[in-house]
């Protein structure tokens, strides 16, 4: 018996990449643009999307809900009259802190794909696992509300650096907190100087309408093939 | 937590390589700003390693060091800070060099004595 040294070089992400893919071509396939939509707990997703998904202008919005237990946003969303499917991570203990490829590989035959336009895939509440992960998406949006604090993107790269959008929500609050916006987008600007940014607030509609243009805009660069 | 599902993407890359040899020792390239705990993956590494090839294999991890180059004026610097605008010309067309990397680089498995020698 004998020690050999095996060169492997291999990302070890590579077999969720080949599966992300595979989920991409299967969404382009059905022309169906795919969104990726992340945040901390509480940020505010499930509000956000109650608030656009039924009416983006000539797009059918579907919407899979990842959840570590239970179904309470699916049933939320449900009485928009979008189509929602429930995606648990929970197969055995503790449950998966994130959505991965294969997860939503497993989904796909519930999904109404011929339905829809676009599919959201609303992540677990998670700023750190849900950035390694593809799934299979189009783009990556992002919600940071204003009582997380300003320097977020600075704490968790990974996840600001990967978004197309970061939405910051709460800004209602803003008279009652010492939070400082300039910084926080500072901050953005520091780790993705790309990503584009919306001021939103779910509970007043400030900024509701930008939000619902940039989906509906998404998905018709989609159509055009322009997103890579 | 992600250092469970990290462990075990470890482990598949590991076992499709090592045929049906067992591993001692699994070399990981992690970059910087995969924002992974070493010593959290050892532990789910071992974990998630029992009753395969690699139960008991040693875990051992290279840190990389982030990098970045900018696109415009081609300068590359390293960064301590996730800072990723380009320090010199301002440019936001900004790649990241070095600090990615999820990497199995090597793994050493145990072989039978070599038949030819018989």
């Known amino acids: 018996m004998h020690r050999t040294k095996v060169r492997i070089v291999e990302d070890a992400l590579d077999a969720n990449n080949t599966i992300a893919q595979a989920n991409r071509a299967d969404f382009d396939r059905a022309g169906v643009t795919v969104v990726n939509f992340m945040s901390a707990p509480g940020a505010g997703k499930t509000s956000l999307l109650e608030r656009v998904v039924g009416d983006v202008p000539q797009v059918r919005v579907g919407v899979l809900e990842g959840d570590v237990q239970g179904s309470m946003d699916a049933e939320r969303l449900a009485g928009l009259h979008v189509p929602v499917t429930q995606l648990n991570t929970d197969p055995s203990f503790g449950g998966e802190c994130h959505l991965d490829a294969n997860m939503v590989r497993s989904a796909l035959p519930e999904l109404p794909l011929q339905e829809i336009d676009m599919l959201v895939i609303e992540n677990v509440g998670n700023l750190v696992c849900p950035a390694e992960f593809k799934v299979g998406e189009d783009v990556r949006v992002m919600v940071s509300s204003v009582t997380e604090g300003e320097d977020k993107p600075l704490k968790y790269p990974l996840m600001f650096r990967t978004c197309d959008l970061v939405l910051v929500n709460k800004i209602d609050l803003l008279p009652h907190l010492d939070y400082d916006l300039d910084r926080f987008l500072y901050n953005v600007d520091q780790v993705n100087p790309a990503a584009e940014r919306l001021l939103v607030s779910a509970r007043t509609g400030a900024g509701i309408d930008a939000w619902r243009d940039w989906l509906s805009d998404v998905a018709a660069r989609s159509r055009e093939g322009a997103i890579a | ?118």
């Open chain 2, 1 to 118: 937590m992600h250092e469970l599902s990290l462990s075990g993407a470890v482990l598949n890359t590991v076992v499709k390589h090592a045929g049906d040899r067992r591993v001692s020792l699994v070399s990981l390239r992690v970059g910087r700003l995969r924002q992974v705990v070493p010593d959290t993956l050892e532990f789910y590494f071992e974990f998630v390693a029992r009753g395969t090839l690699c139960e008991g294999a040693r875990l051992e991890l290279e840190v990389v060091e982030a990098s970045l180059r900018c696109e415009e004026c081609e300068l590359e610097w390293e960064i301590e800070i996730p800072a990723f605008r380009c320090p010199t010309c301002g440019g936001a067309e900004v790649a990241v060099a070095t600090g990615n990397e999820f990497e199995v680089e090597s793994i050493e498995v145990e072989e039978a004595a070599c038949i030819a020698q018989k």
